[in-house]
């Protein structure tokens, strides 16, 4: 009978232990925590100064995003995408094609938009480099 309530024991402890609550989750980051890790700052600039034409600025901007240690594989792909972008309108194919594979190494599922996909300069690349 003792064999037996060793594991009666265990049993009761398993389900009591599947009964608890979960830990609670943690809180979802805000703009304002992210703008104070460096490399999603360095992000933040890159894109704000590559829709501002700003393209040296842009490219030092994402290089610094993606050498600080962006935490999301989404996040090292749209760095690589505007690098890609950057490098091919200065005729830096090399370039151009290593940042396509790398955004497609950081995020799988990375793809060009229709319209981007469609551009005379970066598309031919991009699609030569990323089927």
């Not at 034409?53 to 600080?68: F, I, M």
């Not at 396509?100 to 699609?127: I, K, Q, T």
Request: charged share 20%.
């Amino acid at each position: 009978m003792k064999a037996l309530a060793v594991p009666a024991l265990l049993v009761l402890m398993l389900t009591l232990a599947g009964c608890a609550a979960p830990p609670p989750a943690a809180a979802p980051s805000g703009l304002a925590d992210l703008m104070e890790r460096p490399a999603e700052r360095a992000l933040f600039d890159g894109i704000r100064a590559y829709d501002d034409a700003q393209y040296p600025q842009a490219e030092a901007a994402l290089r610094k995003a993606l050498g600080s240690g962006l935490a999301s594989g989404r996040d090292r792909a749209s760095a690589h995408k505007l690098l890609a972008f950057i490098t091919c309108t200065s005729s830096r194919l090399a370039e151009c094609e290593a940042a396509f594979r790398a955004a497609r190494a950081a995020d799988p599922a990375f793809a060009l938009s229709r319209s981007e996909a469609g551009h005379p300069l970066w598309g031919p690349v991009y699609r030569r480099v990323v089927p």
